[in-house]
């Protein structure tokens, strides 16, 4: 195996294990019927978050170090393209999610009682509309990565 085939092997691998944790956490949060199990969706999605974060790192790490060795990959349009989306997804993280998500964790922390309020309910449609935009971002870069269309 060479040098560039062990990148391409941890980059894939590193999708896998930063990409995929990250689809499914909006659908935990969405099956939540009552605080506690709110809670606990919650502290679920900052367990993967942790997954997201190192298999994100990972994944521009290693390619833009696949660039660097293959040059003429910086010439390619897909790879631009993915590596502007990936850019957008990465920034969007500490800008757009981390403001969408305070309130919710404050709601989580001080509200008593069982029920979820309609508030949660407010304030989760727009993470979950960003989540699931970042989403659409990422299945457009393993597009472009798969087909490498021009």
């Known amino acids: 195996m060479t040098f560039y085939e062990i990148l391409v092997f941890i980059h894939i691998f590193s999708a896998i294990l930063g990409m995929g944790p990250g689809f499914v956490m909006t659908p935990i949060a969405k ?18 978050h942790q997954f997201v974060m190192i298999g994100g790192t990972l994944l521009l790490v290693t390619g833009l170090w ?5 040059t003429y990959l910086f010439q390619q349009g ?4 993915s590596l ?10 500490p800008t757009v999610l981390v403001s969408s998500s305070k309130p919710i964790k404050a709601l989580l922390k ?6 979820i309020p309609a508030e949660y ?4 449609k727009r993470l979950f509309f960003y989540e699931h935009l970042i989403n659409t971002l990422f299945l457009i870069i393993i597009a472009l990565m798969i087909t490498k269309p021009f």
């Open 121 to 124: 309910f407010i304030l989760s």
């Open 31 to 48: 099956k939540a019927s009552n605080m506690t199990e709110l809670r606990h969706a919650y502290a679920l999605r900052n367990k993967l």
């Open 84 to 93: 502007i989306l990936f850019l957008l997804a990465l920034v969007s993280g």
């Open 110 to 115: 001080e509200h008593k009682g069982e029920d």
């Open 78 to 81: 897909w790879f631009w393209i």
């Open 66 to 70: 696949m660039g660097f060795l293959n």
